[in-house]
């Protein structure tokens, strides 16, 4: 008969230290998940209460406003949505059923300063094509003090990135502000100073941000929200209060 011999093997009881690394790398990659989509939670669930109102593409041939002092800038497309195959640093890409137009001015660059957000002195190129090396005055739009609708075009980001003098980054925290806030425009030697008066929320296809209204001298800013996203536009919507 085989004589055999058991042997009690006790089991290896891991050491704490493994644990706690392991719970540690668990908490950093939760932390970091967090940290990167918590904006975009917080915009999306609180933008109602944020912003006036969230509008949809218009209807083709739709007038906007009322009266005569209001004029369509173009043809709104039934698509919705950003396509992330598309160049956003490019602002020709922004609105590609109405390109901006190419015009010639004396002065073809001028400076946004939003004291809010500490932009200051940021350059504003007229007709321009890359936002990330200026703010882009949309081409058509109205200039600085006209009667009509200046409308400015800037990149975001998340806003753990922000950094407003890179202009990758300058139109972050836009979301901040409310009515009544204010920035300023300096062109030709003239500062026009802006108290913003909306906020609105609109599908990337929609035009409404190129409106034009004549009755005064108005300004939007634009950029993509949700931050980091290219799902919608936040339009910040201005008037001019004081010129000086």
């Known amino acids: 008969m085989a004589l055999y011999r058991y042997v009690k093997q006790t089991p290896k009881i891991k050491s704490p230290i493994y644990r706690i690394v392991s719970v540690l790398f668990m ?3 939760l932390y970091i998940l967090l940290w990167t989509i918590w904006p975009i939670i917080s915009f999306s669930t609180l933008s109602d209460r944020l912003f006036a109102k969230t509008v949809s593409p218009l209807s083709e041939g739709k007038p906007i406003g009322q009266g005569n002092t209001t004029q369509y800038v173009g043809d709104t ?3 919705q949505g950003a396509d992330d195959s598309i160049d956003y640093s490019n602002a020709n890409t922004w609105f590609p059923t109405k390109p901006q137009k190419k015009i010639t001015v004396p002065i073809n660059v001028y400076h946004l300063s939003i004291p809010k957000v500490k932009v200051e002195n940021a350059a504003v190129t007229i007709g321009g094509d ?8 949309y081409g058509g739009t109205a200039l600085p003090g006209q009667y009509g609708n200046t409308v400015v075009f800037g990149h975001s980001t998340l806003p753990q990135f922000y950094n407003p003098k890179s202009y990758k980054t300058i139109f972050s925290l836009l979301p901040t502000l409310v009515k009544g806030d204010q920035f300023v425009l300096e062109y030709d030697g003239i500062t026009y100073q802006y108290e ?4 609105v929320v609109v599908d990337p296809t929609d035009l409404s941000p190129l409106e034009q209204k004549f009755d005064d001298s108005y300004a939007t800013l634009v950029t993509c929200v949700p931050p980091g996203t290219y799902w919608k536009r936040l339009n910040v ?6 010129s000086s």
């Not at 890359?130 to 005055?137: E, G, K, P, Q, Y």
């Not at 919507?237 to 004081?242: D, E, F, P, S």
């Open 27 to 29: 908490g950093v990659g």
């Open 77 to 79: 497309v039934p698509q």
């Open 130 to 137: 890359d936002l990330n090396t200026s703010l882009i005055h």
């Open 196 to 199: 913003v008066y909306d906020m």
């Open 237 to 242: 919507k201005a008037k001019l209060i004081r």
